[in-house]
């Protein structure tokens, strides 16, 4: 099985910062990554697939990088709203997935 | 619009079961429920996203993760487009928020682009 890490775990920011989270795979998955995003009592919200393409209506500042076994996220100019888990996933062996253990993005 | 809506939170001993349900609707002409895999996701308190497993509605192809795999039945109605996910033999563990969500019919990379809202399962005795 593929296994997802993500580093950090927990990160603290200010509204304004650039936040870098990566996610390691433990064998090679081309471009077959997504990243969500995941609030408190709400469901997971996609934001990227293949590794870099945003999907429609999420934010520009928004954006990722990466193929192979290491990917990043990338929060560029950090708003109120951003902080959240994060969430890599891989779909290199779709339909079976799995996701990184996530990092939380908290206010500073 | 499209949406997948869930049934309501349960509550459970341990050793039952539970089945929530997920209805998809408002899919666009032309492109069916049948189009898509659809997969169920939990997350316990304090933890991160876990896969559980996946149905294709057409054919009703499933897998399931290694973790749960004796204890999970995905089905699905094709006729209502709803899909269902009972899980057997109850743990204290296995109280989480169960989502359903819609991925893409062939490997792409494309991630899930559409979640029910959730359904709470708890297990106490």
């Known amino acids: 099985d593929i296994q997802l890490t993500q580093s950090p775990s927990f990160l603290s920011a200010s509204v304004g910062d650039r936040v870098t989270i990566t996610c390691r795979a433990s064998?090679?998955?081309?471009?077959?990554l997504a990243w969500y995003q995941h609030k408190p009592g709400k469901a997971p919200k996609l934001l990227i697939s293949t590794a870099f393409h945003l999907e429609s209506g999420v934010p520009s500042r928004f954006s990722g990088s990466g193929s192979g076994t290491e990917f990043t996220l990338t929060i560029s100019g950090l708003q109120p709203e951003d902080f959240a888990t994060y969430y890599c996933q891989q779909l290199n062996d779709y339909p079976l997935v799995a996701f990184g253990q996530g990092t939380k993005v908290e206010v500073k | 619009q499209e949406q997948l809506m869930q049934s309501g939170a349960e509550v459970k001993k341990p050793g039952a079961s539970v089945k929530v349900s997920c209805k998809a609707s408002g899919f666009t002409f032309g492109i069916t429920v049948t189009n898509f895999y659809f997969h169920w996701v939990r997350q316990a308190p304090g933890q991160g996203l876990e896969w559980m497993g996946v149905?294709?509605?057409?054919?009703?192809?499933?897998s399931y993760a290694q973790r749960v795999q004796d204890r999970l039945i995905l089905t699905r109605d094709k006729l209502t487009s709803t899909f269902y996910m009972e899980l057997s033999s109850l743990k204290s563990e296995d109280t989480a928020i169960y989502f359903c969500a819609r991925g893409p019919p062939a490997v792409s990379g494309e991630g899930f682009d559409l979640w029910g809202q959730g359904t709470l399962v708890s297990v106490s005795s």
């Open positions: 149905i294709m509605p057409d054919g009703g192809f499933t």
């Open positions: 064998q090679g998955i081309g471009s077959y």
